[in-house]
């Protein structure tokens, strides 16, 4: 579960948690990622509790940071806020990693603990509300740069893949260098806009179009295959 908390989609988790347990499920086989609001040390931590009560969850399963700039990723540059864009990397990500748990089975007890104060800074002690961490659309100079200060690996790379990019223009390049920089912890892929956003570039590819008609599939399908047989998951 991959969603921005708000409103109407803040209502839908609720409703979809109380069905997960109503069902006789376990908090533990669902799996929440989602992304800090804010970037620095104090705003990190703020912005993890936030996302604690917005969900009503005890810890996150994975936090990533979305964007290595300071602003929405919309217009398609990462904003360096006056140069000051490494510090606030660092700074964020040094917080994140002050929040993930020693051990996953903290998880388990974390439910019977009070939680904790907005207040409170939440790395300290045994509270730990995070089971890993990892980092979205950075390029690979930002990875360059976590590896020198990092001591908690990113455990999940989240990039845009999809057919119309190819594997050598950034999945092939991006594992070796992760590889490199990361080399005591395997790191997972994770793809994003697999469909190229809906492009009709891509949908409308007439080799994707024949393809998915000799196979009977549709081209939708084939990019989401051709993304998982590459290791990725969605």
Known sequence: MDLPVRGQIRLMLLSFAAAFAAAGNCRCELGIATTPKLYGATAATKACHMSLNALDTEYIDLYMMHWPGLQDPSHGKVVEAQGYGKDIRRESWLALESMVMNEPAVAREISSQKRESETTVMGSGSYRVLHSIGVCNFLPKHLEELAGYCSIPPAVIQYECHPLLGAEGTENPLRRLCTRLFPMKPIHFQAHS??????????????????????????????IRWSLQKGNSK
């Open 194 to 223: 697999a469909l190229a956003g809906g492009s009709a570039q891509l949908l409308g590819n007439e080799e994707l179009k024949e393809l998915a008609v000799n196979i009977r599939r549709t081209v939708a399908q084939i990019a």
